[in-house]
């Protein structure tokens, strides 16, 4: 099985911050891999896939980069609706996996 | 406007079983791969299973930790998806999701998600 491993798994940051989160694979994955984004209490939100492309309605301050094994979701100017927690998941094959989360605080 | 609807989650005891259904709208319902998420809580995200559209013959896949005891199934004529659970355990314990994928290339990834369904298994 293909591994996922976020870093970090929570940070601290300003509104108006930019923010960066990365995603390793344990073997290479092509662009095959997506990003959420998940606020308490409620459904996941999908933000990228294809490692950088941006679902309908996504505002272009998410962007997502990288190939193969590593991946960066960077967030811009941070808003208070952004704070939430983000997960990226690979499905490139089976079994599909999530990483394990980046919580994003309020500093 | 795309709709997941979940529903039958509950209380069951271990060894019990549960089906769940999502109801789908907004969309050619069997023409999309469609897959099954959980979550414990407190946890992460979990993907437990999958089920092909109708030009791969609905064919199914799952996660280690689910399979041969839960079953992914449609019924086209509904619109709707299934997670029939059987010999559960504590650990199943978690809101189940359902989501909608899109094809990109050979692959295809989660673009709705349903807005959960809580399931216990507990004595």
């Known amino acids: 099985d293909i591994q996922m491993t976020q870093s970090p798994s929570s940070l601290s940051a300003s509104v108006g911050d930019r923010v960066a989160i990365t995603c390793r694979a344990s073997q290479g994955i092509g662009i095959y891999l997506a990003w959420f984004q998940q606020k308490p209490g409620k459904a996941p939100k999908s933000l990228i896939y294809a490692a950088s492309s941006l679902q309908s309605g996504v505002p272009s301050k998410f962007s997502g980069s990288g190939s193969g094994t590593d991946f960066t979701l960077t967030i811009s100017d941070l808003q208070p609706e952004d704070f939430a927690t983000y997960y990226c998941q690979h499905y490139h094959s089976y079994p599909l996996t999530f990483g394990g989360g980046t919580k994003v605080e309020i500093k | 406007e795309v709709q997941l609807v979940e529903s039958g989650g509950g209380l069951v005891q271990p060894g019990g079983s549960l089906r769940l259904s999502c109801a789908a709208s907004?969309?050619?319902?069997?023409?999309?791969?469609m897959d099954w998420v959980r979550q414990a809580p407190g946890k992460g995200l979990e993907w437990i299973g999958r089920t092909r559209n109708k030009a791969d013959h609905y064919t199914t896949e799952y996660a280690a930790s689910v399979k041969g005891r839960f079953t992914v199934s449609r019924d086209n004529s509904k619109n709707s998806l299934f997670l029939q659970m059987n010999s559960l355990k504590t650990e199943d314990t978690a809101v189940y999701y359902c989501?909608?994928?899109?094809?990109?290339?050979?692959?295809?990834?989660?673009?709705?998600w349903g807005q959960g369904t809580l399931v216990t298994v507990s004595s």
């Open positions: 989501a909608k994928t899109l094809r990109f290339e050979l692959h295809s990834y989660i673009d709705y």
């Open positions: 907004g969309f050619t319902f069997s023409d999309h791969y």
